[in-house]
């Protein structure tokens, strides 16, 4: 038996397990369903935020190594949303429906899903907590702008958003939030001991954020044409992890940990957060919501491969 299986056994398992945990504590109604709404509510504005700082602020992150990490995201995710839009035009799809396919094409669940694994397969390596942590920024930057945009050009009505609004809760976002403190940490002199506290609520955010993730889950949503979220799926799940591989080796040289960061990134499933802004847009909800249960249904397949490489 090679080696790394039992590393990539010791890494997804517990992430399945807390994942499914999550989805049965909901669907078996163990739990009141207010209870998955806070706990998320918990994590987003508390527990996240802190782990970010926490990895963030003990690291001493090097912006300039962290870079080609960055643009290498960047590229790949800009080169799912060149083949979805050309892949849009080409399948018989409606308006929302297109909107729809090329925002579950790039949109990955990075906080909830990519940060853990990657904690738990690096673990004890901190430089890569902070590399990931620090590549959180633009990429939740990206996505929110990318989304919008999109889901604006492809809503069934026309949508007008205040740029004032829209900067506003970029902005206010805790995930950035907890970046950029983080970040302003990592260059000053601060005590180990002060980010005790925000390693705590961290290590409470990674399983407590898979639970959710499951809890989030819901099959009867996996229903109706399967073609269109079975598109975004393969771009998500497939083409853009191997994009940036391919960018991240020949244009930037990364190095195999490195390769391995970012691909576990553009792997993860599409975002739940898809679903939530496809109403708020007038967007395809049914196609969101399908895209989000498939992709997360085969997500361990490629994140597997990537680990084993």
Same mark, same amino acid.
């Given at each position: 038996?090679?080696?790394?299986?039992?590393?990539?056994?010791?890494?997804?398992?517990?992430?399945?397990?807390?994942?499914?945990?999550?989805?049965?504590?909901?669907?078996?109604?163990?739990?009141?369903?207010?209870?998955?709404?806070?706990?998320?509510?918990?994590?987003?504005?508390?527990?996240?935020?802190?782990?970010?700082?926490?990895?963030?602020?003990?690291?001493?992150?090097?912006?300039?190594? &962290?870079?080609?990490?960055?643009?290498?995201?960047?590229?790949?995710?800009?080169?799912?949303?060149?083949?979805?839009?050309?892949?849009?035009?080409?399948?018989?799809? @409606?308006?929302?429906?297109?909107?729809?396919?090329?925002?579950?094409?790039?949109?990955?669940?990075?906080?909830?899903?990519?940060?853990?694994?990657?904690?738990?397969?690096?673990?004890? *390596?901190?430089?890569?907590?902070?590399?990931?942590?620090?590549?959180?920024?633009?990429?939740?930057?990206?996505?929110?702008?990318?989304?919008?945009?999109?889901?604006?050009?492809?809503?069934? *009505?026309?949508?007008?958003?205040?740029?004032?609004?829209?900067?506003?809760?970029?902005?206010?976002?805790?995930?950035?939030?907890?970046?950029?403190?983080?970040?302003?940490?990592?260059?000053?002199?601060?005590?180990?001991?002060?980010?005790?506290?925000?390693?705590?609520?961290?290590?409470?955010?990674?399983?407590?954020?898979?639970?959710?993730?499951?809890?989030?889950?819901?099959?009867?949503?996996?229903?109706?044409?399967?073609?269109?979220?079975?598109?975004?799926?393969?771009?998500?799940?497939?083409?853009?992890?191997?994009?940036?591989?391919?960018?991240?080796?020949?244009?930037?040289?990364?190095?195999? @940990?490195?390769? *391995?960061?970012?691909?576990?990134?553009?792997?993860?499933?599409?975002?739940?957060?898809?679903? &939530?802004?496809?109403?708020?847009?007038?967007?395809?909800? @049914?196609?969101?919501?399908?895209?989000?249960?498939?992709?997360?249904?085969?997500?361990?397949?490629?994140?597997?491969?990537?680990?084993?490489?």
């Amino acid at each position: 038996m090679s080696p790394i299986i039992p590393v990539i056994f010791a890494t997804l398992s517990p992430v399945i397990l807390l994942i499914v945990l999550g989805f049965f504590l909901r669907e078996k109604n163990f739990l009141p369903e207010t209870f998955f709404t806070q706990l998320n509510k918990l994590n987003y504005f508390i527990g996240l935020p802190s782990l970010l700082i926490a990895k963030l602020g003990g690291a001493g992150t090097n912006l300039g190594a &962290v870079l080609p990490l960055i643009m290498s995201l960047i590229a790949a995710t800009f080169f799912a949303v060149i083949i979805s839009v050309m892949i849009a035009y080409l399948v018989k799809s @409606d308006k929302a429906e297109k909107g729809a396919l090329i925002h579950a094409s790039f949109r990955g669940n990075l906080a909830y899903l990519g940060l853990p694994i990657i904690i738990y397969f690096f673990e004890g *390596k901190t430089e890569l907590h902070g590399f990931a942590a620090i590549c959180l920024a633009p990429l939740i930057l990206l996505y929110n702008t990318l989304a919008v945009f999109f889901l604006i050009i492809f809503s069934k *009505k026309e949508q007008k958003i205040s740029p004032k609004i829209f900067i506003g809760k970029l902005i206010t976002n805790p995930l950035l939030i907890g970046c950029a403190i983080g970040t302003c940490l990592s260059y000053s002199s601060i005590s180990p001991i002060a980010l005790k506290p925000f390693e705590l609520v961290g290590e409470f955010a990674l399983p407590s954020a898979l639970i959710a993730l499951g809890a989030s889950l819901r099959l009867d949503r996996l229903k109706g044409k399967l073609l269109l979220p079975g598109i975004a799926s393969v771009i998500k799940l497939i083409i853009t992890p191997l994009a940036g591989y391919l960018i991240g080796f020949y244009i930037f040289n990364l190095s195999a @940990d490195h390769l *391995k960061l970012i691909m576990i990134f553009l792997a993860t499933p599409t975002a739940v957060a898809s679903f &939530v802004l496809a109403e708020q847009m007038d967007s395809d909800t @049914d196609l969101a919501a399908t895209s989000i249960v498939l992709s997360a249904l085969l997500c361990f397949i490629p994140i597997a491969i990537i680990l084993a490489l």
